[in-house]
């Protein structure tokens, strides 16, 4: 089974901080992998697919890079509304895995 | 606009069988180049993948729930059900049932629904 290593599992920031989460492979899985946006109540948005591609609607200021084993999300200039958890998943092959999260909150 | 609802009970004693059914609208089950999943969510922490079924009914399935998940289609419906058996209050969750493409992640989810396993 591919294991997805999220850190950090929270942070806190400040509106217009630069944000990055990281989520590492145990193998490489090319750049399978999406990330995504859950706030209270609400299931998961999809934000950016393939490790990379940016879903139509999300704002500009996310990006996804990597590939292989080691992936990151940033949120260059956070906003109000981006305080929420965050989550990676891999869908390399038949078993699909989810990082363990990342609780953004206000600083 | 494709649209995806969980339907089940709410509550499930301990060592009977979860059963919850994702009802599809605004696409045919039998569209190819998706498959059919269930992920889930126990109170207050992060998700989980438990599984995918394709519309001929292959599946594919989260190996640390042990054999206990069985999914199915039913094309007729336009539904696709996730049953889990024996299950304890560890299994007590929000179930979504979501779809994805072959060879993407998930980006349509049902709204979830809680599952609280308890007597």
């Known amino acids: 089974d591919i294991q997805m290593t999220q850190s950090p599992s929270s942070l806190s920031a400040s509106v217009g901080d630069r944000v990055t989460i990281t989520c590492r492979a145990s193998?490489?899985?090319?750049?399978?992998l999406g990330w995504y946006q859950q706030k209270p109540g609400k299931a998961p948005q999809r934000l950016i697919y393939a490790a990379s591609s940016l879903q139509s609607g999300v704002p500009s200021r996310f990006s996804g890079s990597g590939s292989g084993t080691e992936f990151t999300l940033t949120i260059s200039s956070l906003q109000p509304d981006d305080f929420a958890t965050y989550y990676c998943l891999q869908h390399y092959g038949s078993a699909l895995s989810f990082g363990g999260g990342t609780r953004v909150e206000i600083k | 606009q494709l649209q995806l609802q969980e339907v089940g009970p709410g509550l499930v004693k301990p060592s009977e069988t979860l059963s919850l059914t994702c009802t599809v609208s605004?696409?045919?089950?039998?569209?190819?180049?998706?498959?059919w999943g269930w992920i889930r969510q126990p109170p207050g922490r992060g998700l989980e993948w438990i599984g995918d079924v394709f519309y001929s009914g292959s599946t594919y399935q989260n190996p640390s729930l042990k054999g206990r998940v069985t999914l199915s289609v039913d094309t007729s419906k336009n539904q696709f059900s996730l049953k889990l058996n024996s299950v304890t209050a560890t299994d007590t969750a929000i179930y979504y049932c979501?779809?994805?493409?072959?060879?993407?992640?998930?980006?349509?989810w049902g709204q979830g629904t809680l599952v609280t396993v308890s007597s």
């Open positions: 979501a779809r994805r493409s072959f060879s993407g992640s998930y980006y349509f």
């Open positions: 605004g696409d045919s089950l039998t569209t190819i180049h998706y498959y």
């Open positions: 193998q490489d899985i090319r750049n399978d």
